[in-house]
């Protein structure tokens, strides 16, 4: 019998991808409604009935806005819920994968972050995943922390679907064009999180710790929303306007530079970025199906 990949946070993004992957391993693919990992005993209960070999955790808090007015259920699903999880690996004897976020930095630096640049967080979305990290970290050695950013997919709310909603709705859109980051489709995320999973089920070395991985070039909210309507077609009258952050006051504040190194993920796994653009036509193609 195949080994089980247990996925927690299955009606996320990346969970979603998951879900639908293809593997060699039997994928347990569960929802919050299926298992609400913010209660140990829950946990506790998934391991002993499904016997996972290795889980990922694709679970998170994510409502950046909403994350500032209510701390508690963030911390509660991006700090608690991963000591949950680490803890019941940890008995199991099992790794657990755990996807985290540029917002663990400030973004003042000019450059792009490498996994050991200092954590800064600028509001309660980004401590508490920092938090969560903390909380692995202590917990369980055998764990990947994989950072990323910008996630898209034709699943749930995101960039993409945001910009195609409002461009229908709207003859002129302002967006900010002072922020650089990296668009990283949920799909690869999800492809990378299985070849590491792959990687040690197959008794091959896997070395532990904390990863950046995230599509590329870098780019800029405008030029992203640029692309996305050059790609979607049928927009040729909607105009769009770079404005700055400071222009578009949001409850929480965002790092302006979330650029990130993928260089250790390369040397480590032998896994290189994709390109943003090609996942984004990938992305587009589902929504017009």
Not at 23 to 51: C, G, K, N, P, Y
Not at 94 to 115: C, M, R
């Amino acid at each position: 019998m195949p080994a089980s990949i247990m996925v927690v946070g299955a009606g996320g993004q990346v969970g979603g991808e998951l879900a639908r992957a293809t593997s060699s391993h039997r994928i347990i693919a569960l929802t919050r409604a299926e298992l609400d990992i913010t209660h140990a005993d829950a946990v506790t209960q998934a391991f002993a009935i499904h016997q996972p070999a290795i889980v990922i955790n694709a679970a998170a808090y994510t409502a950046v806005d909403k994350a500032e007015q209510d701390s508690d259920a963030a911390y509660a699903l991006n700090r608690d819920a991963v000591g949950y999880l680490a803890r019941a690996c940890k008995a199991a004897d099992i790794p657990l994968l755990h996807i985290s976020t540029d917002y663990v930095f400030n973004g003042d630096k000019q450059t792009a972050y490498s996994e050991d640049d200092a954590i800064d967080p600028l509001g309660v979305y980004g401590a508490s995943k920092a938090a969560g990290e903390s909380v692995l970290r202590e917990t369980l050695e055998a764990h990947i922390i994989l950072r990323t950013s910008w996630v898209f997919s034709a699943q749930g709310n995101n960039f993409v679907k945001t910009m195609l909603r409002l461009g229908k709705e709207r003859d002129q859109l302002g967006i900010v064009s002072d922020q650089k980051g990296c668009p990283t489709s949920a799909a690869s995320i999800a492809d990378v999180l299985l070849r590491i999973a792959d990687r040690y089920l197959q008794g091959e070395i896997v070395i532990w710790g904390t990863y950046h991985y995230c599509n590329q070039p870098e780019t800029t909210w405008f030029e992203f929303a640029r692309c996305i309507f050059e790609q979607a077609e049928g927009f040729d009258e909607l105009t769009l306007k770079p404005i700055s952050t400071s222009d578009y006051p949001t409850p929480a504040k965002r790092p302006q530079n979330s650029m990130m190194n993928c260089s250790k993920l390369t040397s480590s796994f032998s896994i290189r970025p994709v390109a943003w653009k090609e996942e984004l036509r990938k992305v587009l193609s589902q929504l017009k199906d």
